[in-house]
Structure formats: structure tokens, C-alpha cells
């Protein structure tokens, strides 16, 4: 199996960010699947890697990345070791990272052109980053199609008027970490992006636009974000295709550090629902 590892592009506000490529060299051009990780979230977390690599096994170039201002850095991939990056991200400059990420596909040289199908790509975002892969796919028309993993159905989650005053007020809100115990700040940039682009990065509006094929997976045991999101999603663009995974949490059955020798039930489940897909519609 072929590894292009921490390859560094130059992101939002040319920040650096990593990606990972992974692949079976065979000479055969692949259809490529790019992975944008969620909030909280990161390239190497996890079982990722195994879930790349069972694309990679199935015909599949799996390219994952770190969204620039994530909180990781190159040299610590596996640690929050900018908290002010990650106050300081915002929607646009996912999308401005993802971006980047497109272009670097046509132009880079690192992968040869007989392993490569560039005509097929799809957009998958777990969490956080499922309505970044659906922005990103209506917008973006090199990208064929989209599937989200246990996807939120909004970015604009904010109703509460008392605690939108308050983070105006203080210019930050801070989300405790579980795994790691670090406070991690949301400096009132992110609200503010958010309100100027409100209209641009609504995911109902994007999903009645998409005219290209679309999976929505979730697993209906999700403690972080309830099956309500992906019916919402699917209500939104009816001819998409959505699958509930009985039993399933919100990473499908992985962890972090994740040491098993094969994937979670669930994400076995969850990997050959994305396969049988893309077989069907790319």
C-alpha cells in the first residue's frame, strides 16, 4: 500500500495544514474520496488511517487533511498545541482549506497519473465537516459527489440569545475537550463569519441545489449529534440516499489511540455502505 504522508499546503490566512494519501499502486487510475474531519477533530485521530486504508484496499485513493486552523500543527499532529488557531477558525476558512486541497490534487506530481482518476471525487465530511463536504460539492465541479458521516444539518447552531450576548461580551466561549481536558476557545470571530456569510453556507438552501449524488450515514446510538440531523438532511434533498446504522455512536465504533487489528463492526458497515455508492454513482 502506497503512503504520501504529512505532505504540508498553505491554508487560510497561509496557515500550513497536513495531508495524508493513501492508495494501492497498481497502475489502475482510482477514484478518489477526501476525508475533512469534524470539530474537535483531526486527520490522524482514531481509526482514519484503517478507514483509508479499507478504501484504499477496495480501489480507492483515501485522502484525509487537517483543516489549517484546527488546533494541530504539523510537528504535533496529534495534539491541540494552538488553541489560538483553533479560536480563530471559521467555516470560510475551511472552505478555503479545502480548496487548496483541490487545486494541490491537479497540479501536485507526487502521485503518477496511472493511479489517479481525477474525473472522480468524492466529498465526505464527518460531523462538523459534513456540511463543509456539501458546501464544498455544490460549489465545487470537479467534485462528483458528497457523503456525510453522522453530520450536523446546520453550522448556524446558535439560538440561544443570552449565550450569543455573552460570548459578544467576553469575544470567547469555551468548549471543554473530554478526551483532553483543554478548554478550547471560540473567539466571537466564529459567530460573526458566520452571520456575514449566513446565506452562503446554509445547508438547506446548498442541499436543494445539489444536483449531484449524495449518502447520508448516521448511527442511530449518536450521543453528539442525534439521527434527527440526518433526516433533516435527507428531507432537504429527497433523492439522496440515507442509511441509520443500528447500534452506532458517533465515530462508528472507533477511538482514540484506536490499536485494534481491523475496524469496528460499524465501521465495516459504515466503509462498505460508502463503497457500494460509489460503485453505483461514480
Not at 128 to 139: D, E, N, S, T, W
Request: aromatic share 12%; proline share 4%; net charge negative.
Amino acid at each position: 500500500m502506497k503512503k504520501l504522508t504529512n505532505t504540508i499546503l498553505h491554508g487560510a490566512a497561509n496557515r500550513r495544514f497536513a495531508l495524508d494519501v493513501i492508495y494501492t499502486e497498481n497502475n489502475t487510475p482510482k477514484p478518489v474520496v477526501i476525508f475533512a474531519h469534524g470539530f474537535k477533530g483531526f486527520k490522524d485521530w482514531g481509526h482514519w488511517e484503517a478507514i483509508g486504508e479499507a478504501f484504499a484496499r477496495a480501489g480507492f485513493m483515501f485522502v484525509k487533511f487537517n483543516f489549517s486552523h484546527n488546533g494541530v500543527s504539523p510537528e504535533k499532529p496529534l495534539d491541540f498545541v494552538d488553541l489560538e488557531a483553533f479560536g480563530q477558525n471559521n467555516y470560510m476558512k475551511e472552505i478555503v482549506d479545502f480548496g487548496v486541497l483541490m487545486d494541490w490534487l491537479f497540479e501536485q506530481k507526487d502521485i503518477p497519473e496511472t493511479e489517479i482518476d481525477l474525473s472522480r471525487i468524492t466529498a465526505i465530511g464527518h460531523s462538523r465537516g459534513g456540511p463543509i463536504a456539501i458546501l464544498k460539492g455544490l460549489r465545487d465541479a470537479r467534485i462528483t459527489s458528497v457523503i456525510t458521516w453522522a453530520s450536523v444539518h446546520q453550522l448556524d447552531y446558535w439560538h440561544n440569545d443570552d449565550l450569543i450576548e455573552k460570548w459578544r461580551e467576553d469575544g470567547v466561549w469555551y468548549i471543554l475537550n473530554g478526551r483532553t481536558k483543554q478548554q478550547m476557545p471560540l473567539y466571537f470571530q466564529l459567530y460573526e463569519n458566520m452571520m456575514e456569510n449566513k446565506d452562503w453556507l446554509d445547508v438547506k438552501t446548498a442541499l436543494a441545489q445539489l444536483d449531484k449524488p449524495l449518502l447520508i450515514l448516521h448511527g442511530d446510538a449518536d450521543p453528539a449529534i442525534s439521527v434527527f440531523a440526518a433526516e433533516q438532511l435527507h428531507s432537504w434533498k429527497e433523492d439522496a440516499e440515507i442509511y441509520i446504522i443500528e447500534g452506532a455512536n458517533h465515530v462508528f465504533g472507533g477511538s482514540h489511540p484506536f490499536q485494534e487489528k481491523q475496524l469496528p463492526k460499524h465501521s465495516q458497515i459504515l466503509v462498505k455502505k460508502c463503497i457500494d455508492f460509489l460503485l453505483e454513482n461514480n
